[in-house]
């Protein structure tokens, strides 16, 4: 069962809907001001939708085991750094992206005019709630949040579709509202690691609709699994699939990303960026990212994630106060729950490990905690890190 809630860019529940269609090609008008009601009495608190994983491993005297963000440990690979530092020779030129939009294009075997680079998913989220003029946008949740922040920075009034943990986070397609014609959903999620099948989401796009799929960690599943890019071109509506190299590759730090859609809606997107939005280094990255060697490498990756995620659940799974979210977490990354789960991650603090909060993410509360993936040894010294923090 999934709940709605509308939220204005200040973070207040709203009422009523328009049913109109708008193309993605215009820019969103912002609405009409409203009171700001936020901590007045009988008003709900608001998660901070700016707060993410780094946030919990920046500026503290100790060094931490970081289970707060979901990057590869031990990234990024030799070669890709090799490929990196010799574009560093270039950079009096201004960057040309043509042959990494090409890379790009060839690795999803999609045209040239159906990739969009940028830097990282956030900005394409940017470019998103500027480019679309949505009368009713829908963010399923919970999942990452800068969509929902994008689109209020942007203006526009934010409907919330929130996945129950008691239904495992499962997407129903029919809860999303018919007459919504922006819909964002990640997959697999973050933070709650669910990954939808492809023809529930499929389900989702419809003519007069823009359906936006963060495929940011789907890299991360073996086989790519319940991707929606073989459907690109089939689907009606606008459906536009994103894509991250963050993760796998370690590259946070150098913020690359790109998008996959039509040609019309590339193009939309396009004109909201600046000059030269992508660095040459960056451009380097992607176009090392789709070699036959960088596929072989993030395959064997993802079933490296299987393998050590299972062995993370089992030694959670030796702990009676943990509860799990998911049934069958497809993600580098768990969700769980915990009565106290807040205590429990400031002693892990104290322990050497940073552990996500999940309360700034809509439809969890306190009681949640979002976990990387680590290898077995990491693991296994997390494991008694618990029971020294009092988890039974």
Known sequence: MATHTRTDNAGHDAEGHDTAHREPAEPAEPPEPREDTAGQPGTVSEP??????????RDDGAPLTDLAVNVRAGTPPAWLKSAVAASLDTLAAYPDGRAARR?????????????????????????LARACRARRPVVV????TEPEAALRDAGHLVERVLLRAGDGFVLRPEAVPKDADLVIVGNPTNPTSVLHPATSLAALARPGRTLVVDEAFLDAVPGEKESLIPLLDALPGQVVVLRSLTKTWGLAGLRIGYVLADPPTVRALAAHQPLWPVSTPALA???????????????????????????????????????HATPEPAAPFVLIRHPRA??????????????????????????????????????????????????R
Do not use: K, M, N, Y
């Open 48 to 57: 901070d939708l700016r707060h993410h994983g780094d946030a919990e491993v």
């Open 103 to 127: 890379a790009v294009a060839a690795h999803h075997g999609l045209a040239e005019e159906q990739v969009l680079l940028t830097a990282g998913v956030a900005e394409a989220f940017v470019l």
């Open 141 to 144: 949740h919970p999942q990452f």
């Open 285 to 323: 990255a992607a176009t090392a990212c789709c070699t036959r060697r960088a596929r072989a490498e993030a395959a064997a990756a993802a079933r490296g994630f299987t393998a050590d995620r299972d062995h993370l659940l089992a030694r959670l799974g030796t702990f009676a106060e943990i509860g």
């Open 342 to 391: 807040a205590g429990v991650r400031e002693r892990l603090r104290g322990l050497g490990f940073a552990v996500r909060r999940g309360d700034t993410f809509p439809g969890l509360g306190p009681e949640w905690l979002r976990l990387a993936v680590r290898d077995p040894a990491t693991s296994d010294r997390f494991a008694t890190a618990l029971t020294a923090a009092g988890v």
